[in-house]
């Protein structure tokens, strides 16, 4: 529940500077300053993919045996091994920006935002290792706190240093953006360190220091610890690979892709960035549930598989699918029948709701996927996950170049594409999971919400197109509540989720102190 808020807090000031960098700088600027971002994942995914759950493991391992002086030497390896890690691709990305300009990307603008992002690499290099510490205490405070002192700094940031540098032109205040990044990383960190510091007295007191033996000191137990901690996080991050991997050829291929269709550089960066800086952070905008959803799903699907107990492992799945299914449905309905007065009144800008709502009737995948996949790496299935989602990106990356590449439909060809990777990863998912579990859900529940969505569309486009005076921001809203109401009463009538639902859900008041 604390992450689940810190998450839904992060979300909601998140999408601020998603709502004012457009607005400031452009769609543009925006996508200078997405363009460099896909690397910084990539590198991010190498330095710490795996690191904080070989961490939080190891740490609750010595914790739960007492040895503060083995958590100690856990703590300080890793954060050799990222930071090491972290200095050595920060040099490398300084070294071959110039070259990554000219061959990979289209618009050699892109240079100073790429520059100015490479401090983020060692800073999230330290938090990632910081945060695997707090999870192996079973302290998620401190990650919490640390989330949103992070969201809070980098959107004063970004927007302040890319007012400040906006007048000396588009990739500077691009540029600026990115530092503001960099900004709230290192406040994120200061946090973290805040906690950590005040906390360690406190452990070294209550915990005996055991006595060293022959293994556990010295260099032989360096390396001993150091290969059991990269035995954890290399298979982790090797899967998490194939997404940053993806996102990355995904962000070059769409930049190539525009230009073979003879789209101008400009206008291709401006495009680039409405569809990864504006659409896709619309559609992610309700995955915080789903998020947390998986994040709870993983622990109680284990448990149930260690103990045989199919009937839980059907149980929990269906429950984490339907609420999945349900919160979901009505963003995407909104996202659908509301596109351009939501693009309105986001980003000033109408012409990019095609996009959206191309993408809205996909969404429902989205949030449904992420269950799935946490429900596979449970089950001891992450190799399963990891072919499902490297077909999806192959498929998803050849549709790129097939279609974005025309001139007929350029960007939307990359959006097609992004669909049809979502919807053949979900379903492969799906299948797997069917496969091995035998599951299935009820049709009648897809039918039920299908027709909630219906009803709830119906509602929401009689409301806005009915010409009724006044403010169009007003009447937006109208549409918004009416359809959502009629949604809910839908989902009540045809009881999707009934007053059994409603009493599992832990309001503040029912937690025990």
Not at 54 to 77: N, S, T
Request: hydrophobic share 55%; with cysteine; charged share 10%.
């Amino acid at each position: 529940m604390i992450l689940l808020v810190a998450g839904i807090v992060n979300r909601i000031l998140g999408f601020l500077p998603r709502i004012a960098l457009p607005r400031l700088i452009g769609a543009e600027g925006v996508g200078l300053y997405q363009l460099g971002y896909p690397f910084l994942i990539l590198i991010l995914t190498i330095i710490t993919g795996g690191v904080p759950l070989a961490v939080a493991k190891l740490v609750a391992e010595a914790d739960a045996a007492g040895d503060e002086a083995r958590i100690r030497r856990i703590l300080r390896l890793s954060m050799a091994l990222t930071t090491s890690l972290g200095a050595l691709f920060t040099a490398l990305c300084l070294l071959f920006a110039p070259l990554i300009m000219r061959y990979l990307l289209t618009d050699s603008r892109v240079y100073l935002t790429f520059v100015c992002m490479t401090p983020i690499i060692v800073l999230v290099g330290i938090s990632s290792v910081m945060r695997g510490y707090f999870q192996g205490r079973q302290n998620m405070i401190p990650t919490a706190a640390s989330q949103i002192a992070e969201t809070i700094a980098r959107i004063v940031a970004m927007l302040l240093f890319a007012q400040m540098l906006l007048p000396f032109g588009i990739e500077y205040a691009a540029a600026g953006a990115m530092i503001g990044v960099t900004v709230g990383e290192l406040i994120g960190l200061l946090v973290t360190l805040v906690f950590y510091f005040r906390s360690r007295s406190r452990y070294a007191a209550v915990r005996p220091k055991p006595e060293p033996d022959g293994g556990s000191d010295g260099s032989r137990g360096n390396r001993q610890l150091m290969r059991h901690l990269l035995r954890i996080a290399v298979p982790v991050t090797a899967s998490r690979l194939v997404g940053s991997t993806s996102y990355l050829l995904e962000s070059i291929f769409i930049a190539q892709s525009l230009a073979l269709a003879g789209i101008p550089t400009a206008i291709a960066t401006a495009q680039y960035g409405a569809l990864q800086g504006m659409i896709i952070p619309i559609l992610l905008l309700p995955s915080a549930l789903t998020f947390s959803l998986s994040t709870s799903l993983v622990p109680t699907l284990s448990q149930a598989a260690a103990a045989g107990d199919m009937r839980t492992i059907h149980k929990r799945l269906h429950q984490s699918l339907r609420l999945a299914l349900i919160t979901g449905a009505p963003f995407a309905v909104i996202m659908f029948v509301l596109a351009e007065p939501l693009c309105y009144y986001l980003y000033h800008n109408t012409d990019i709701a095609v996009m959206l709502k191309m993408m809205a009737p996909v969404a429902l995948f989205i949030y449904f996927q992420a269950p799935l996949q946490a429900a596979l790496q449970a089950l001891d299935r992450p190799g399963t996950a990891l072919v499902n989602s490297f077909i999806g990106s192959a498929i998803k990356l050849t549709l790129i170049v097939v279609l974005a590449s025309r001139p007929s439909y350029g960007i939307l060809g990359a959006v097609l594409a992004i669909n049809i990777n979502i919807v053949a990863v979900t379903l492969l998912h799906w299948a797997s999971i069917t496969r091995q579990l035998k599951f299935g859900m009820p049709s009648g529940e897809f039918v039920k919400v299908g027709a909630a969505m219906l009803a709830m569309g119906f509602a929401a486009f009689v409301v806005e197109t009915s010409g009724w005076p006044g403010n169009g921001g007003w009447r937006f809203v109208a549409a918004s509540l009416a359809g959502t109401a009629v949604y809910l009463a839908c989902v009540a009538w045809m009881k999707l989720i009934d007053k059994y639902d409603l009493r599992r859900i832990p309001f503040p008041w029912t937690f025990k102190r």
